[in-house]
């Protein structure tokens, strides 16, 4: 719509997104990835640089180009993605992580490519990742709002709620990503936008009009808070 053309309600706003599948490596030439295209991350990237924030992208692997005029740094798995959000966290005002981060990542990662020669059947040793959503709230600075979204396939409400709660964070953006045509690896998308205080509801639209609607409500959070 026109009307958003006009708007840079985001000025004086350091925003820090992250954005895409982050990978976890088994061997010099696989990986343990996910399905997510980037497309959510980096629409509120573009949206918010076009209203006037400062945008800083910490990109997982994605086909996408860079947006204009937002800083972007690339990179691969959950320990890079976490080092980047930490590296930029003091400047942030407002933290949005779309990226979906492995939870898992192998413990011993082959230095050399792994052969088929004998083996019918392996196991891979899994660990945990960090939780860097975790570690963003308990490390932002006092007024740095901190948004979250959960994909989720059951109890899509619930589980957000959930999330909301454990993770401490402002919001959460949640979908369900059971549901064909929207989510992981789609244009458009729906969900709710979770806080203490209520549900909005985003029906089925763009992703680049559900990242202003995100926008929105994160300036609406803004409102009695001292920043
Ligand atoms: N997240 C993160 N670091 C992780 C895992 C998740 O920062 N190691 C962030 C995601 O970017 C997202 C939010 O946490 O903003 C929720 O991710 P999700 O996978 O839904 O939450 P989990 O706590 O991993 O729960 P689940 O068991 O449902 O995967
Ligand atoms: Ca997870």
Redesign the pocket.
């Given at each position: 719509e026109a009307w958003r053309q006009e708007r840079r309600d985001f000025t004086g706003e350091m925003v820090l997104v992250?954005a895409g599948g982050t990978r976890e490596p088994i061997d010099p030439v696989r990986f343990i990835g996910n399905r997510s295209s980037g497309r959510m991350g980096y629409a509120v990237a573009e949206a918010a640089k076009r209203r006037g924030a400062r945008v800083v992208l910490i990109s997982a692997p994605t086909t996408l180009p860079c947006p204009a005029g937002v800083e972007v740094e690339q990179v691969v798995s959950?320990e890079d993605m976490r080092a980047a959000v930490m590296a930029q966290l003091n400047e942030a005002t407002v933290v949005v992580?779309a990226?979906a981060?492995s939870?898992y990542r192998v413990k011993d990662v082959a230095d050399r490519k792994m052969k088929r020669e004998g083996a019918q059947a392996i196991s891979l040793e899994l660990a945990g990742?960090?939780?860097?959503?975790r570690e963003v709230v308990g490390r932002r600075r006092d007024g740095t709002l901190v948004v979250?979204?959960?994909?989720e396939t059951e109890d899509v409400v619930a589980n957000g709620r959930g999330?909301l709660e454990r993770?401490g964070v402002d919001a959460v953006v949640v979908n369900d990503v059971s549901k064909e045509g929207i989510g992981f690896d789609s244009e458009q998308n729906a969900g709710s936008f979770l806080t203490k205080d209520g549900t909005v509801e985003f029906p089925v639209m763009s992703k680049v009009e559900m990242a202003e609607r995100i926008l929105d409500e994160v300036l609406k959070l803004r409102v009695g808070t001292a920043h």
């Open positions: 992250t959950v992580m990226a981060v939870d990742t960090v939780d860097i959503l979250g979204f959960a994909a999330k993770k």
